[in-house]
């Protein structure tokens, strides 16, 4: 089978990350999560947990950038890297890695501007999994063990800051259906329906 490389953007609570590794699984394909964090850090030289505490959030602010801003950053060189916000040196870190996975084969990656990314992969399907509100706030209740009003305010939050992160990366629009080759609704489709649909759209392209 001809390389494939699929990219999933999501609304919180939608089951984007669902959609996702029951993909790579029916595929036998990798899956990239928030395991891609750790490869990048370890690829990077980046502490771990700078990863985890910008991922896929607006840049930070100015006081946390002077406290992580010690670590080492070895594999990069020159004035114009060092001279960088912590948050893009994150950002490019992580970008990285997803060429290099990509490169290596067959695989799906969740979130993180990978269709940013792999712009010039002609073998990637880029699809956005998307649902209601009210569906994604219920969701999230249960799977959290949240209250609907808390769950309410992190479905807000989180859909916030990824498009904030994604907006500002990428110059697109996150959730923007021209940005992607599928736009699949999770509430009318269910999390299997999502994964045929791509499973279809990815034999058309072989």
């Not at 990656?109 to 569906?135: M, Q, T, W």
């Not at 500002?168 to 996150?174: D, E, G």
Request: one cysteine or more; charged letters at 25%; aromatic letters at 12%.
């Amino acid at each position: 089978m001809e390389k494939i490389i699929y990219t999933i953007g999501r609304e919180f609570g939608s089951g984007g990350k669902d959609v996702g590794e029951k993909l790579a699984q029916k595929l036998g394909f990798p899956f990239y999560d928030k395991d891609l964090l750790s490869r990048a850090a370890a690829e990077s030289g980046l502490c771990e947990e700078i990863f985890h505490m910008q991922d896929e959030k607006p840049t930070s602010s100015f006081l946390y950038s002077l406290v992580t801003d010690t670590y080492s950053f070895s594999n990069y060189h020159g004035n114009a890297y060092l001279d960088m916000p912590l948050s893009q040196k994150v950002f490019l870190a992580q970008f990285d890695t997803i060429k290099r996975i990509a490169q290596e084969g067959s695989c799906v990656i969740v979130g993180r501007c990978a269709d940013y990314a792999l712009s010039d992969e002609p073998h990637c399907i880029n699809a956005f999994i998307y649902a209601s509100k009210d569906y994604r706030i219920k969701r999230v209740a249960h799977n959290l063990g949240l209250s609907e009003s808390k769950a309410k305010d992190l479905v807000n939050r989180t859909d916030k800051q990824r498009a904030s992160y994604y907006n500002f990366y990428t110059n697109k629009k996150w959730g923007d259906s021209r940005s992607y080759d599928l736009a699949l609704n999770s509430e009318k489709l269910g999390i299997d329906g999502c994964v045929d649909m791509l499973l279809k759209y990815g034999e058309i392209n072989q």
